[in-house]
């Protein structure tokens, strides 16, 4: 669920890392099994010595994350009409969220265009200092419901360059909503977006990479439109009702197995 180990490096206490894997392992692998979310993780965790691995992919609710909830209201709190360019990201604001690229990113945009604004949705232990350092950039807060599900719809463009994510629901939710995204290729975004079709992927760590397709994303309005129409179709395909299913089949194996070995 979390990469706990790959944490310890953003808060002074990198050399742990290894003694934080490994305990994480052994608790592990004690389990009957441990579910994944996606394909590319359970290869990970295999080659690191993980046992019994399951894929049991993440849903979204697309009923809540919506298109239909843009708000113009919302876009004009912000200072801007709907045919200026709003950059959004949404996630805890910390410092494995990797949110200085977003910043830079961000700075070539309005390079680019002047008149786009940077909402960031979220909150965490550098919202006060990086609110104090850019107090330009429109700091949102913590949102959520249906308040959440209009900021991401009143967005245009999605940035999320975290590199310690197993999953990343916000990917999804970002899809769901209609937004062109612009993230690393792994975790959901791997999963789930197609480059040029659905999302742009930079390579992971791949800062220039990210920055330029930001920029050109940012000034291709056509090509944000399809993005984040294709977007939305996908996530259309990614239903909590058949995930719900699969895991309560794996579930109902492992018990039969149990049972099994105890006759």
């Not at 959440?148 to 999953?167: C, I, N, Q, V, W």
């Not at 439109?225 to 259309?236: F, I, S």
Request: proline letters at 3%; charged letters at 20%.
């Amino acid at each position: 669920h979390t990469n706990f180990h790959s944490y310890s490096k953003h808060y002074g206490f990198g050399m742990l890392e290894p003694l934080i894997a490994g305990y994480l392992k052994r608790f592990h692998n004690r389990a009957a099994c441990t579910f994944v979310p996606t394909r590319e993780l359970r290869a990970q965790l295999a080659g690191e010595g993980y046992r019994d691995l399951l894929v049991v992919a993440r849903g979204v609710d697309t009923r809540l994350f919506n298109p239909a909830h843009h708000s113009t209201e919302l876009r004009n709190s912000w200072g801007v009409s709907d045919n200026d360019l709003i950059v959004i990201h949404v996630g805890r604001i910390a410092p494995e969220k990797n949110l200085p690229l977003v910043l830079a990113a961000f700075d070539e945009i309005k390079r680019r265009l002047p008149s786009s604004r940077l909402v960031l949705v979220g909150d965490g232990p550098q919202r006060a200092e990086l609110q104090q350092r850019h107090a330009q950039h429109i700091f949102a807060g913590m949102r959520r419901g249906a308040d959440l599900a209009a900021h991401y719809a009143s967005g245009d463009l999605f940035l999320f360059p975290s590199l310690t994510e197993t999953f990343g629901n916000v990917t999804v939710e970002a899809m769901a909503s209609g937004l062109a995204v612009v993230a690393y290729d792994y975790a959901a975004a791997r999963e789930h977006l197609v480059h040029g079709e659905t999302g742009l992927l930079a390579p992971f760590d791949d800062a220039r990479t990210f920055i330029r397709l930001a920029a050109d994303s940012a000034v291709d309005s056509a090509l944000r439109t399809k993005l984040g129409r294709n977007a939305r179709l996908a996530a259309e395909r990614i239903d909590w009702d058949e995930v719900v299913e699969e895991f309560a089949l794996a579930l109902q194996g492992l018990a039969q197995t149990r049972v099994a070995s105890q006759a």
